[in-house]
């Protein structure tokens, strides 16, 4: 298995050799990413960007960036990341048990983990085996948190036994407005060790989610832009 993953990365790093050889390194991807995307990033100032190669692909990568006067840097290089089992889905097309990822620029909302104590300035929920995330589209209840009792026919538990959720923040995909069967528990959180793929969310090693929550601020307006790396280049909506 880590000979899978280690092939993986070399080949995604030959990737980005060949590329630079063309002009066009993974920096430079990001630069022109966000350079499309300038006027909906206008009031944001950490972003994490994830994109792969093409709409099938579960695997990504993802840079985290900073605003410093005005202008976007490089707070940590790419990490690869898992995303949804059938890759990214095209914009606005996202639906319920498709295991896509959605695409579009999404606030990073709430932080639940098994921990007692997180390196980190952001509020986090120590979830429980009451902690669920309502996944029934006929539910009053989906696509939101409900500690406690549910009628909802299906939902996530937020305390498993694998290590996924121990750390688990909220991708604000579909929660203002809920949109029924547009999708539900969209979650940045953590992959295992084979970067198996998500059934829509996005996933890093331990390590560098670690990383990310202790640079992460509660008094900065955090983003998370995601798709493929054609659907980036050419802008998103807000």
Not at 168 to 173: D, F, L, Q
Not at 187 to 207: N, R, S, Y
Request: aromatic content about 10%; glycine content about 6%.
């Amino acid at each position: 298995m880590i000979s899978r993953l280690c092939f993986f990365l070399l080949t995604l790093l030959l990737s980005f050799s060949l590329n630079a050889q063309k002009g066009a390194t993974a920096i430079d991807k990001y630069e022109r990413i966000l350079e499309a995307n300038k006027q909906a990033l206008a009031n944001k100032d950490q972003l994490l960007i994830v994109f792969s190669k093409n709409d099938t692909s579960s695997k990504a990568v993802l840079a985290a960036f900073e605003k410093k006067s005005g202008r976007w840097q490089v707070h940590f290089n790419p990490v690869v990341a898992s995303i949804g089992k059938t890759g990214f889905a095209n914009m606005d097309e996202k639906s319920e048990g498709d295991n896509k990822t959605p695409s579009g620029l999404f606030a990073l909302g709430q932080l639940f983990t098994y921990e007692t104590s997180v390196k980190t300035a952001l509020g986090f929920q120590q979830a429980t085996s009451e902690d669920k995330w309502i996944d029934d589209p006929a539910s009053p209840d989906y696509n939101t948190h409900v500690r406690g009792e549910t009628k909802a026919r299906s939902f996530e538990h937020l305390l498993l036994k694998s290590i996924d959720y121990k750390y688990c923040m909220v991708i604000e995909y579909n929660t203002m407005p809920v949109i029924k069967g547009k999708g539900s528990a969209i979650f940045f959180h953590l992959a295992d060790a084979v970067f198996t793929p998500t059934a829509g969310c996005v996933a890093i090693q331990e390590k560098d989610m670690l990383r990310i929550l202790e640079w992460l601020h509660p008094g900065e307006k955090k983003a998370i832009l995601m798709g493929t790396e054609r659907t980036l280049m050419a802008g998103v909506k807000k």
